[in-house]
T-cell receptor, first 110, second 119 residues
Framework: TQLLEQSPQFLSIQEGENLTVYCNSS?????LQWYRQEPGEGPVLLVT?????EVKKLKRLTFQFGDARKDSSLHITAAQPGDTGLYLC??????????FGAGTRLTVKP | GAGVSQSPRYKVAKRGQDVALRCDPI?????LFWYQQALGQGPEFLTY????????KSGLPSDRFFAERPEGSVSTLKIQRTQQEDSAVYLC?????????????????FGPGTRLTVT
């Protein structure tokens, strides 16, 4: 059972478009992380957010942690084919109990 | 530097066989996690070690699953009497255990996984 709901499940867009994917839960998390996973590889950490309302930018990627620390969003500006992959969010309570969402599978067409 | 490595990368086992999956974490990382990832799903937590101590094994699906990290470095996940439903990718991650804004933060570095197929 996925504690974190990610939407949309699949997203296919053209190069240059903007997009936002969401990660929602009814639980409060002490921290939330976003990962990207490519086929045949393990997830790669993109960012960690810990403070409600926090916004972090990583080049064309903008991550936001909800004020109540229950949800998060990832916005990509001017998507490129290299952004293609499975985007996973993972939330932690104040211990080792990391829970992952099922992911959003993004395809960016050239 | 060297990342997390896992071996074997692929394993095919006949139902009923025992398998052992190895994880070599990043040197110096205190925390080590095992996850199971079914096709089209996110990773599901199996177990967690801090150094050699297994602090949480609540995610292990049955008593056929056993994990160890005897010297606080390399870890092995063993599955006894494999079943078809055990077919999945098994991911290992290690973490240096940081504190951000007063909270424990587990920034995990994943290995490539072992794809287990039980026939």
């Amino acid at each position: 059972t996925q504690l974190l709901e990610q939407s949309p499940q699949f997203l296919s867009i053209q190069e240059g478009e903007n997009l936002t994917v969401y990660c929602n839960s009814s639980s409060v998390f002490s921290s939330l992380q976003w990962y990207r996973q490519e086929p045949g590889e393990g997830p790669v950490l993109l960012v960690t957010v810990v403070t409600g309302g926090e916004v972090k930018k990583l080049k064309r990627l903008t991550f936001q942690f909800g004020d109540a620390r229950k949800d998060s969003s990832l916005h990509i500006t001017a998507a490129q084919p290299g952004d293609t992959g499975l985007y996973l969010c993972a939330g932690a309570h104040n211990n080792n109990d990391m829970r992952f969402g099922a992911g959003t599978r993004l395809t960016v067409k050239p | 530097g060297a990342g997390v490595s896992q071996s074997p990368r692929y394993k095919v086992a006949k139902r009923g066989q025992d398998v052992a999956l190895r994880c070599d974490p990043i040197s110096g990382h205190v925390s080590l996690f095992w996850y199971q990832q079914a096709l089209g799903q996110g990773p599901e937590f199996l177990t967690y070690f801090q150094n050699e101590a297994q602090l949480d094994k609540s995610g292990l699906p049955s008593d056929r699953f056993f994990a160890e990290r005897p010297e606080g470095s390399v870890s092995t996940l063993k599955i006894q009497r494999t079943q078809q439903e055990d077919s999945a990718v098994y991911l290992c991650a290690s973490s240096p255990l940081r504190f951000l804004a007063g909270q424990t933060s587990y920034e995990q570095y994943f290995g490539p996984g072992t794809r287990l197929t039980v026939t």
